[in-house]
C-alpha cells in the first residue's frame, strides 16, 4: 500500500510522509522532497526482509530510525543468508544508498540487476520487442570500477596531449609561413586596390584563406614534382595555401547552393563596383577582378595603365618576363590587354601573366601555371552518373518514409529519441551555419536566416525519419547497441552509462585521430590538410566546433546502421564485421595514390570504430566521431608565437572536458579512494 504514495505527494495535500515509517527513505522521513527513487528505497528494505526475514533497521523510535538510516548500514545479508547469491546483496546495498542518485532509476533497473531477472533477454527470448524503456534498464547500472573509469581518462587525455604535440609535425600549416593573420592580410590588400585606382569606400567586406586545389590535383599527376614538393611545403610556387578578399559596393550575402557563407564565388561577381583578389599568405597579388560600372559619362582618351604596378604587387620582375599574345579572356569589359611569359625565379616553374584594363584601371590579372585551371570552361557533364545516384537517393528516402510510417502505425517507434536526435542535430547545425553566415544590415539578412532555418530543419526531419525508419529494428535485433543512446534520451546525460560512452567516445576519437596521423607520418608524402575556416576567429571556429556534432551524427549512424545490416544478412557477428571492416576500408581509398598502405591505415580505423559500435553502442560512437571532429578543427602549431595560437587549445580543452565529465559521471558517486575511518 506505501507504493505509489511518492509520486502523489502533489495528491496529498503537501504530506509528504503518508505511509509507513519503517519503510520509508531518509529524505522521505526528513519532510524534503521525494521521487521515484524513494521508493526504490523502500523496496529495497522490502527486499531485505524478505531474504532474510528480518528488517535492515530495528530502531525503537522514529528519530533513532532516521540515524540509522544515515549513518549505518544494514548487516550483510550474506553473513545471515550463507546460500544468497552475492549479486542480490548488491542490487539491495544499492537501493538502499542514503544518496537517491545512487540507487537504481526504476524498478526496471532493480530487476535486471537481480540474478536471472534481465527483462531485455526474456523479451528477446519471446520474440518480442523490448520498449525503449525496457532497453533503458538493461546493462550496467552501478557505473565504472574506478580503476577503469581512471584508466579510460588517463587514455583520453594522453591521446589529447598526443595530438597536439604529434599532430603539429603532420599538418601542412605547420609547414608553411602563415606569419599574417586575416585582418592584416585583409588591409594589405585594400592597399593593392588603392594603387590601382579603386578608392571608394566600400559598403561591405569579406575574405577567407583556402587551399590550392588545382595545384594539389596537378601534384597527384606529377609524382617527382610532388616528391620535390612535400619534402618543403613553403618552398617554390604557387603557395598552397591562398587568401582572398572581395568588397563590393551594396551588401554581399551568399545566394547559392544553400549556402550562406560569403565566399569568392558567392554571392555572383556581377554588380558594378564588386572587386575580388586573392594574394599569398605574405599579401603579394596572385589574382585581381573588378566589374566596372554599368553606365559611364563619355570622357577623353585614358591615361595607359603602367602595367608594372601589377608585376610589383605580385613580386615579380618585369624584366624578366617577354610579352605573348593573349588568351584568358577577363570576365570584365577592357580597352587594354596584355599577356607575358617567363619563369618563376625561386622554382623555375613556366609561367604566363594575363591582364587587362578599362580606362586606366586594371579590371584582370592573373599568374597562370601549368597546374591551373580555367574554371569556366569546365567540359559540359552527360548527367547519367548524377542522375542515377539522384534516383538511388529519392528511392531510400521513399523507402525510409514507409517504413518509418509502417513502424509509427505499428507502434514500435521511439519518438522520444527520434525527437532528441533531429533536435540535437536541427540545433547545432542551426548554430553553426548562423555564426558562419555573413551578416548584413539588409533585408537579405532575413532570407538567410531562413535558409538557415530550413536547410537545418529539413536535415533534421530526414535524420528523425531515418530514425523511425530503422531504430525499432535494431531495438528488436541488437537491442544492447542502444542501451546508452535510450538511457540518454529518457534520463540524460547524468546517468553512470551515458558517462561511460562519454569517457570512452573522447578516448577513441583522440585514439582515432592518431591513427590517422600515423600513416601520414609513416607513409611520407603528401601532408594532412586541416580545415582553415577556424583560422577565421572565435566566431568561425565556435560553428566548425557545433558543426562537428551533426557530421558525427549522420556519419555514425550511417556506420551503425551499415554493420546491422550485414549482421542481419551474414548472421555471425565476427563475419559481419570483417565484412563491414573490408567493404568501408576498400571505398574509402578509392582514387588514392597508395591504395595497399592507405587500406591498412583504413581497416585499422574502421576495426576501432566496430569495436566501439559493438562494445558501447551507437552514443559512444557519435561522441567518438564528434570528438574526432573537435580535434580536427583547428590547424594544430607549437609555435608559441604564432598569431592563432589562442584558437589551437579550445577544441582539445572542450574534448578533455567531455572525458572528465563522462568520468565523473561514470563513477555513479562512488568514491575513487576507499578510506576507512577508525
Known amino acids: 500500500m506505501d507504493f505509489g504514495l511518492a509520486g502523489l505527494t502533489g495528491q496529498l495535500h503537501g504530506d509528504i510522509r503518508s505511509g509507513t515509517p519503517a519503510y520509508m527513505s531518509p529524505e522521505q522521513l526528513a519532510g524534503t522532497e521525494v521521487t521515484v527513487r524513494s521508493d526504490i528505497y523502500s523496496l529495497g528494505l522490502l527486499l531485505y526482509e524478505v531474504f532474510t526475514g528480518k528488517r535492515a533497521f530495528q530502531a525503537a523510535s522514529l528519530m533513532e530510525l532516521m540515524q540509522m538510516q544515515e549513518r549505518a548500514a544494514p548487516a550483510s545479508i550474506t553473513t545471515l543468508v550463507k546460500e544468497l547469491d552475492p549479486a542480490v546483496e548488491r542490487v539491495i546495498q544499492r537501493c538502499l544508498q542514503p544518496d537517491p542518485r545512487q540507487r537504481p532509476a526504476s524498478a526496471l533497473a532493480v530487476?535486471?540487476?537481480?540474478?536471472?531477472?534481465?527483462?531485455l533477454a526474456a523479451a528477446l527470448a519471446a520474440g518480442e520487442t523490448p520498449s525503449p524503456e525496457l532497453v533503458a534498464a538493461a546493462g550496467e547500472t552501478e557505473g565504472l570500477p574506478p580503476k577503469v573509469a581512471v584508466s579510460w581518462l588517463a587514455a583520453?587525455?594522453?591521446?589529447?596531449?598526443?595530438?597536439?604535440?604529434?599532430?603539429?609535425?603532420?599538418?601542412?600549416?605547420?609547414?608553411?609561413?602563415?606569419?599574417?593573420?586575416?585582418?592584416?592580410?585583409?588591409?594589405?590588400?585594400?592597399?593593392i586596390l588603392k594603387n590601382f585606382g579603386y578608392t571608394a569606400r566600400p559598403g561591405d567586406t569579406a575574405w577567407g584563406l583556402e587551399y590550392d586545389g588545382d595545384y594539389r590535383n596537378y601534384l597527384k599527376k606529377q609524382p617527382a614534382e610532388a616528391a620535390a614538393r612535400w619534402k618543403n611545403p613553403a618552398a617554390g610556387q604557387p603557395p598552397l595555401v591562398t587568401f582572398w578578399y572581395r568588397e563590393s559596393l551594396q551588401a554581399m550575402p551568399a545566394i547559392r547552393q544553400f549556402n550562406v557563407t560569403t565566399s569568392y564565388s558567392d554571392p555572383p561577381f556581377e554588380m558594378s563596383g564588386m572587386v575580388r583578389l586573392r594574394t599569398d599568405p605574405d599579401g603579394k597579388l596572385r589574382e585581381f577582378?573588378?566589374?566596372?560600372?554599368?553606365?559611364?559619362?563619355?570622357?577623353?582618351?585614358a591615361t595607359p595603365l603602367d602595367w608594372a604596378k601589377l608585376f610589383q604587387a605580385a613580386g615579380l620582375d618585369s624584366s624578366t618576363f617577354q610579352a605573348a599574345d593573349t588568351q584568358w579572356t577577363p570576365l570584365a569589359n577592357w580597352d587594354a590587354r596584355a599577356a607575358w611569359t617567363g619563369a618563376d625565379p625561386r622554382n623555375g616553374a613556366k609561367l604566363r601573366v594575363e591582364a587587362a584594363a578599362w580606362r586606366g584601371r586594371p579590371v584582370s590579372f592573373r599568374i597562370i601555371g601549368p597546374w591551373t585551371v580555367p574554371a569556366r570552361m569546365t567540359p559540359p557533364d552527360s548527367g547519367q552518373n548524377q542522375t542515377a545516384f539522384m534516383v538511388i537517393i529519392y528511392l531510400v528516402l521513399v523507402a525510409a518514409c514507409l517504413l518509418a510510417w509502417y513502424n509509427f502505425r505499428a507502434r514500435r517507434v521511439d519518438?522520444?529519441?527520434?525527437?532528441?536526435?533531429?533536435?540535437?542535430?536541427?540545433?547545432?547545425?542551426?548554430?553553426?551555419?548562423?555564426?558562419?553566415?555573413?551578416?548584413s544590415a539588409t533585408m537579405q539578412e532575413l532570407s538567410g536566416f531562413w535558409q538557415v532555418m530550413a536547410v537545418a530543419s529539413l536535415n533534421a526531419g530526414i535524420i528523425w525519419i531515418f530514425y523511425l525508419a530503422l531504430e525499432p529494428w535494431v531495438r528488436r535485433r541488437w537491442p544492447?547497441?542502444?542501451?546508452?543512446?535510450?538511457?540518454?534520451?529518457?534520463?540524460?546525460?547524468?546517468?553512470?552509462?551515458?558517462?561511460?560512452d562519454l569517457l570512452a567516445g573522447a578516448g577513441c576519437g583522440a585514439l582515432w585521430l592518431v591513427l590517422l596521423l600515423l600513416p601520414s607520418a609513416l607513409r611520407g608524402g603528401e601532408p594532412l590538410f586541416p580545415s582553415l575556416n577556424a583560422l577565421l576567429g572565435v566566431r568561425h571556429e565556435v560553428a566548425q566546433m557545433l558543426y562537428s556534432f551533426p557530421d558525427a551524427l549522420q556519419t555514425s549512424m550511417m556506420f551503425f546502421f551499415l554493420l546491422f545490416l550485414l549482421r542481419v544478412l551474414l548472421r555471425k557477428q565476427w563475419i559481419a564485421t570483417t565484412a563491414f571492416v573490408a567493404i568501408t576500408a576498400v571505398v574509402s581509398v578509392l582514387g588514392s595514390a597508395t591504395p595497399w598502405f592507405d587500406i591498412l591505415a583504413s581497416a585499422i580505423f574502421l576495426a576501432v570504430l566496430a569495436f566501439v559500435l559493438l562494445r558501447f553502442?551507437?552514443?559512444?560512437?557519435?561522441?567518438?566521431?564528434?570528438?574526432?571532429?573537435?580535434?580536427?578543427?583547428?590547424?594544430?602549431?607549437?609555435?608559441?608565437?604564432?598569431?592563432?595560437?589562442?584558437?589551437?587549445?579550445?577544441?582539445?580543452?572542450?574534448?578533455?572536458?567531455?572525458?572528465?565529465?563522462?568520468?565523473?559521471?561514470?563513477?555513479?558517486?562512488?568514491?575513487?579512494?576507499?578510506?576507512?575511518?577508525?
Open 480 to 500: 544492447h547497441t542502444m542501451i546508452s543512446w535510450t538511457r540518454y534520451t529518457t534520463r540524460g546525460i547524468r546517468d553512470p552509462l551515458v558517462g561511460r
Open 415 to 439: 519518438q522520444r529519441g527520434a525527437l532528441r536526435m533531429a533536435t540535437l542535430y536541427f540545433a547545432c547545425m542551426a548554430a553553426s551555419r548562423f555564426l558562419n553566415m555573413h551578416h
Open 617 to 678: 553502442g551507437l552514443l559512444a560512437a557519435i561522441v567518438a566521431y564528434a570528438s574526432l571532429e573537435l580535434l580536427n578543427v583547428c590547424p594544430p602549431t607549437l609555435d608559441f608565437s604564432a598569431w592563432y595560437i589562442g584558437l589551437v587549445p579550445i577544441p582539445l580543452v572542450v574534448v578533455a572536458l567531455i572525458a572528465i565529465y563522462g568520468f565523473r559521471t561514470s563513477l555513479a558517486g562512488r568514491p575513487l579512494l576507499k578510506v576507512e575511518l577508525p
Open 156 to 191: 583520453a587525455l594522453v591521446g589529447i596531449v598526443v595530438v597536439a604535440v604529434f599532430g603539429p609535425s603532420q599538418a601542412v600549416t605547420s609547414k608553411l609561413p602563415l606569419e599574417n593573420p586575416p585582418e592584416a592580410l585583409a588591409r594589405d590588400a585594400r592597399t
Open 289 to 301: 577582378e573588378a566589374v566596372p560600372p554599368q553606365v559611364e559619362p563619355t570622357a577623353g582618351a
Open 111 to 119: 530487476a535486471a540487476g537481480l540474478p536471472g531477472g534481465d527483462p
